[in-house]
């Protein structure tokens, strides 16, 4: 390889290009002084390269000593034109030498070498379940796999502008950018983008692309190696956990209290947008332990250790603290946590929120304070007890106004939890009466609120579950452990019956005594149906399964039969019949030679009959091990093992190129061989008999047979003969047991050699049909998924 560089055409070449010119020292001299002898072929050439445009020159004669001695040697030049960031041009050229005729041996043994390295990726690359794709050092793609064509639905398509079609209008910009820079800087490639697919359902899917350089032992990129990951569904997910995390802060980051959570560790993980507002402090200085910077030092420690007992003992806690507001002023907080658990009962951590209670406890405390006061001068001074009670009433109003904001602030958490649709939220009296509904209750239950509020709660359970107390029993649990849980049927208002899951928490007051409970109902009706629906269909398939064995082992059972018992009297009647025929057939007549030689060959007849029948049975009951074959190998064995009946008949086998697939070899074998047997043994006696051999993709768009699965592609093959034919009226009977269209003396055999095929093809999820006219040959068609 070497640089002509600007419009002198300076040298620069690496060490296989030094006998081109004569050593190192041409390095720096204008490409004309150097290539004297061949300026007048070169220069027009370079002077094409230089103004862009890339061109081959094929054969080039230098005169070099390479090994000691003088010798003329052809090159092929490939010119093409590089520029610097100020727009100065030149021409990369690889000189490549072109093979002497004595070394041809050498050169196709390097070529079929080649090829069978490239048969081998090949293979490689279709057995795997990504898209693999080759692209040459400038970053032209040159080959995909199997999967490629799969996915696109056309396996016509090739090259860049195939990978460019398929990719979405909004990434090809970003796809063509990114390529050329990472073809340019020779790093490895990452990157996602949308894909249009046909298959499995056509639209445009998410991949992952990658791609690494593959370099020569100098360190130049010879190729890039490609893959193309399938991450459509990774996206979803990922596009579903932002949704779910934004309605969830949407959610808490409305509320009008401080929320947070903490994980199992108790480290805090979280905190809504009404705690940063409060501290005025961001996310990343409040979580895990940045929190506890706010808390005045006289409560940290106490409000720890209850946090620490609670979080030990999994029970909900409340704990009064002053926290730092924004402004610097500490304001007492009530925070209140319980724990949270996931669906399998996994401990998460804690939730909890805080409320400035900071205006009541104030009050409470000063009220306190004074109280003491007052009660102090109320024994030393009667006379003040009348501007005292005024205080106390002013203080009164005062709790009572802050009270009334309280109680606001609560029913706006009650209506949030109102508009909650997905569950059936509702709050339950001590006794187990109805206080609170919201719209989930009434999406679920199909009751409004003022048909149920004031009603016992077992007014959603079975007519069984009522008589049997259950309602009572939950609500009784819950008070003895806190909560209580149940899944099981519920009735709704019409009548209709819903699979539910159930938690009945208790609620308790500042003394810790039960005031009441919440209920929280989800419908878990479809997942209930999908269950039983599995359930049933792994009792029906383990009936099938049973009846299955009983099936093979009565086929065992006749397979031992017919290949012991049966055949041993058979074998007794040829011996002897062979005996009687080869020693006394002096005193035999011509009837009973006749008799004698007809029985034999019954009993033949009847042995071949037998064979034919195992032959059957084993393809029904045999481990079916699938593997990937070639199946052009497999016909060439078929070829050697019929080359006889071949060769007697003159027969001739043409076949196309057939496909790699996984299949049980030992019956693919057979299948080939009985249907190129059968054409043998059906040809015309005065025509050469012609065999044609081929197999053909077919999408599942395209398929037109009945027995297709939708969905599915397969390979059709056909074995196509120019036999004595049948008539099409009988191409389904062909294919059943010892059916025969023609008489045991016009041909032999035992009518059983297609429906064996049948049978081969229906093991490999297939199926089979067969066209023909009398005197015109037959057709034999089977369908083998492709996948």
Not at 138 to 167: A, P
Not at 400 to 414: A, D, G, K, P, T
Not at 425 to 432: A, D, M, Q, T, W
Not at 762 to 783: C, D, L, T, V
């Amino acid at each position: 390889m070497f640089i002509a560089w600007g419009t002198a055409g300076t040298l620069f070449f690496n060490d296989a290009a030094q006998p081109l010119f004569g050593g190192p020292s041409a390095i720096g001299q204008p490409a004309q002084k150097v290539f004297a002898e061949n300026w007048d072929t070169l220069a027009p050439v370079f002077d094409q390269v230089r103004q862009g445009k890339p061109v081959n020159i094929p054969n080039i004669i230098f005169s070099l000593n390479r090994h000691g001695y003088a010798e003329t040697v052809s090159f092929t030049f490939s010119c093409i034109p590089i520029l610097n960031e100020a727009g100065e041009a030149g021409m990369l050229v690889t000189a490549t030498e072109n093979i002497n005729p004595l070394n041809i041996d050498q050169r196709k043994q390097a070529e079929d070498a080649v090829r069978q390295s490239e048969l081998r990726f090949r293979e490689l690359a279709d057995s795997m379940p990504q898209i693999v794709w080759t692209a040459t050092a400038d970053g032209y793609t040159d080959y995909y796999n199997k999967q490629w064509y799969l996915l696109i639905g056309n396996e016509n398509e090739f090259g860049d502008n195939s990978f460019l079609k398929h990719i979405h209008p909004d990434d090809q910009a970003r796809c063509i950018e990114t390529w050329h820079n990472v073809v340019r800087s020779g790093e490895p490639y990452e990157i996602e983008y949308r894909f249009k697919v046909k298959y499995p359902v056509e639209g445009y899917q998410w991949f992952l692309v990658r791609a690494l350089p593959i370099k020569n032992d100098s360190g130049q990129i010879i190729k890039w190696y490609g893959t193309c990951t399938d991450i459509d569904e990774v996206k979803r997910i990922e596009h579903t956990l932002r949704e779910s995390e934004e309605r969830f802060r949407l959610l808490v980051d409305s509320a009008p209290v401080m929320v947070w959570m903490s994980d199992p560790q108790m480290q805090i993980t979280f905190f809504n947008k009404r705690w940063l507002e409060f501290t005025g402090r961001g996310m990343e200085q409040e979580l895990w332990d940045g929190w506890k910077e706010g808390i005045l030092p006289d409560d940290l420690k106490t409000g720890l250790v209850a946090y620490e007992e609670a979080f030990e003992a999994r029970r909900d806690f409340e704990v009064e603290f002053r926290l730092k507001r924004h402004d610097g002023q500490y304001r007492w907080i009530v925070c209140n946590g319980i724990p949270r658990y996931s669906y399998n009962g996994a401990f998460l951590g804690y939730i909890g929120t805080s409320i400035d209670i900071h205006e009541r406890k104030t009050i409470r405390l000063e009220l306190e304070k004074r109280v003491a006061e007052r009660t102090h001068e109320i024994s030393l001074k009667n006379t003040a007890l009348e501007e005292t009670t005024r205080k106390l009433t002013a203080i009164n109003h005062q709790l009572e106004l802050r009270n009334e904001e309280l109680r606001q602030s609560e029913e706006r958490y009650l209506r949030m939890t109102n508009e909650v649709e997905d569950y059936a939220i509702i709050l339950l009296s001590r006794e187990g009466y109805i206080e609170n509904w919201n719209k989930g209750a009434e999406k679920i239950k199909g009751y409004t609120a003022d048909e149920t509020i004031g009603k016992h709660f077992r007014l959603f359970y079975t007519h069984t579950d009522q008589q049997q107390g259950l309602a009572e029993r939950l609500i009784e649990e819950a008070k003895v452990n806190g909560k209580s849980t149940y899944e099981g049927w519920r009735v709704r208002k019409d009548g209709s019956t819903l699979w539910a899951y159930t938690v009945i928490t208790a609620l308790h007051d500042d003394k810790n005594d039960i005031i009441g409970f919440s209920k929280v109902t989800r419908d878990l009706t479809q997942k209930k149906q999908a269950e039983d629906r599995l359930k049933m269909y792994a009792e029906q398939l383990e009936q099938k399964n049973m009846e299955l064995e009983r099936s093979n082992t009565e086929l065992s059972s006749f397979s031992y039969v017919a290949s012991h018992d049966l055949q041993e009297p058979l074998r007794k009647i040829q011996a002897f019949g062979n005996l009687i025929q080869s020693r006394d057939v002096a005193h035999l007549s011509e009837t009973s030679k006749d008799y004698f030689n007809r029985m034999v060959k019954a009993a033949i007849r009847m042995q071949n009959l037998i064979d034919s029948l195992l032959e059957f049975s084993r393809t029904t009951t045999a481990r079916k091990n699938f593997e990937p074959t070639d199946l052009n190998a497999l016909l060439d064995e078929v070829r050697k093992e019929l080359a006889h009946r071949i060769e007697e008949k003159k027969a001739v086998i043409e076949s196309s190129h057939l496909p790699k697939l996984t299949i049980i070899p030992f019956q693919f074998r057979q299948l080939l061989s009985n249907l190129i047997s059968n054409s043998l043994k059906y040809s015309k006696s005065d025509t050469t008999p012609v065999i044609e051999i081929n197999a053909t993709f077919v999408k599942a768009a395209a398929m037109n047979e009945k027995a297709a699965l939708p969905g599915k592609d397969y390979f059709r093959f056909t074995v196509a003969d120019n036999g004595i034919g049948f008539e099409q009226e009988y191409a389904e009977k062909v294919f059943d047991l010892f059916q025969r269209l023609h008489g045991r003396n016009e041909y032999s055999g035992s009518g059983i050699g297609l429906a064996i095929c049948k049978k081969i093809v229906e093991n490999h999820h297939g199926f089979m049909r067969a066209e023909s006219e009398p005197g015109r040959g037959a057709r034999f068609f089977f369908f083998i998924p492709a996948k």
